[in-house]
């Protein structure tokens, strides 16, 4: 009996170490970082004492185990997904993938040197990669693979009817207001606005969640070939468990990515300087960094044929980027005294209200296809080359 519970022990052990690696090496990463090689990180991003070679390898140690640690968020709250059912599982994905993005920029913003426009930044790369990049590539996949493709479209229209709004309120009112001489709020203005979009966007998960759930199903005629195919998460996610336990390893791992983030936020300065790269690409890479596990969701759903899946995951992410960001980088610049500078430049903002008013015309009907996609993909790169060619 002893040696068979010792025998089950060491198994439950085994399994413990192998499905949760990410969380361990993210967890190892920040101790020996922060504990053992702090300083030797510190000399190889000054300036004074640059040292490229070991600054390029920690970098690439840090990306790649934030991204490693990302995806096992994912997974955790994919099977969440799976236990408590839609709308309420993709929102649990998209508030931890928020709360990875809340925590680099906040951690840029009071790290190294002033990067008043990094939340502008990232929330402008992540709207982009989102609304341009991801929904291109998901209707062009959809489309390729289904022909047409189903949607909610009462959903569709409750995302982009806040999002639009809340997205003009943070990076396009800052630049005509008179009140400053920068592309900024005045600390009334901006716990104002800092307050009405997280009430907006407190209101907007009250219908998501309770009144108007059916809002963002997949809709009635799709719902039964969708249960007949094998759920588009269930394959790479590993064996289940309790829904405490993948609540409590999301919120860890969670945890040890935000511990990481100031270490990443010097390493993401520094590189910029060094390599007298745009502003404007520490907010891609720190969007990227945290869409990557999101977007992989959102393309496989929509491969699969289940677009509603990729619409709550894509439209929640950037409502959610501007929901929950701009009220956290407001209160963190009001509280330390950080500088915050919001408007975007001319040209960028063209392109973001652009890009607003072709997903307004894209999630107007109730079928996408293969045209819309390729539409979005045009104004995705139209941007990137704005950001190497202003």
């Not at 004492?49 to 840090?62: D, E, N, R, Y």
């Not at 407190?202 to 009635?220: C, D, N």
Request: proline share 4%; hydrophobic share 55%.
């Amino acid at each position: 009996m002893t040696a068979t519970a010792s025998s089950n022990g060491r198994s439950l052990v085994g399994r413990f170490l192998r499905e949760e690696a990410a969380f361990l090496v993210a967890l190892l990463t920040f101790v020996i970082l922060h504990f053992g090689l702090h300083d030797t990180l510190n000399k190889a991003i000054t300036p004074e004492t640059a040292q490229p070679l070991i600054g390029v390898f920690f970098a690439v140690w840090l990306f790649a185990v934030v991204l490693w640690a990302a995806f096992n968020v994912v997974r955790h709250a994919d099977v969440l997904a799976i236990k408590l059912g839609e709308p309420l599982g993709t929102l649990i994905l998209t508030l931890a993938v928020v709360g990875i993005e809340v925590s680099l920029i906040s951690a840029v913003m009071l790290t190294g040197a002033e990067a008043p426009t990094m939340a502008r930044d990232t929330m402008t790369a992540v709207l982009m990669i989102v609304l341009g990049g991801l929904t291109g590539a998901s209707l062009l996949i959809g489309g390729f693979f289904h022909g047409e493709q189903d949607y909610n479209l009462p959903g569709a229209r409750a995302y982009l009817g806040v999002l639009v709004p809340l997205a003009v309120f943070a990076l396009v009112l800052p630049d005509f207001t008179a009140s400053t001489d920068s592309p900024s709020f005045t600390p009334v203005q901006a716990g104002f606005f800092a307050i009405i979009t997280l009430v907006l966007y407190g209101i907007f998960l009250a219908i998501q969640t309770v009144r108007h759930k059916s809002y963002f199903e997949q809709p009635m005629q799709e719902r039964a070939a969708d249960h007949e195919a094998a759920p588009v998460h269930s394959h790479d996610h590993g064996p289940q468990h309790a829904t405490s336990y993948h609540a409590v390893l999301l919120l860890l791992t969670l945890v040890t990515i935000v511990l990481l983030a100031e270490l990443i936020a010097m390493i993401v300065d520094f590189g910029i300087v060094q390599a007298g790269a745009p502003v404007a690409l520490g907010g891609v890479i720190i969007a990227l960094v945290v869409l990557t596990p999101e977007s992989m969701a959102a393309l496989a759903a929509a491969r699969a044929n289940q677009l509603q899946r990729s619409v709550n995951l894509l439209l929640g992410s950037a409502l959610s980027t501007i929901g929950l960001t701009l009220p956290a980088v407001v209160a963190v610049s009001l509280i330390t005294g950080a500088n915050l500078q919001l408007g975007l430049d001319m040209a960028p903002m063209v392109l973001l209200l652009l890009t607003l008013v072709v997903c307004l015309m894209t999630f107007g009907g109730t079928r996408t296809n293969v045209l819309q996609g390729a539409v979005h993909i045009v104004l995705f790169l139209a941007y990137l080359l704005l950001i190497f060619s202003p």
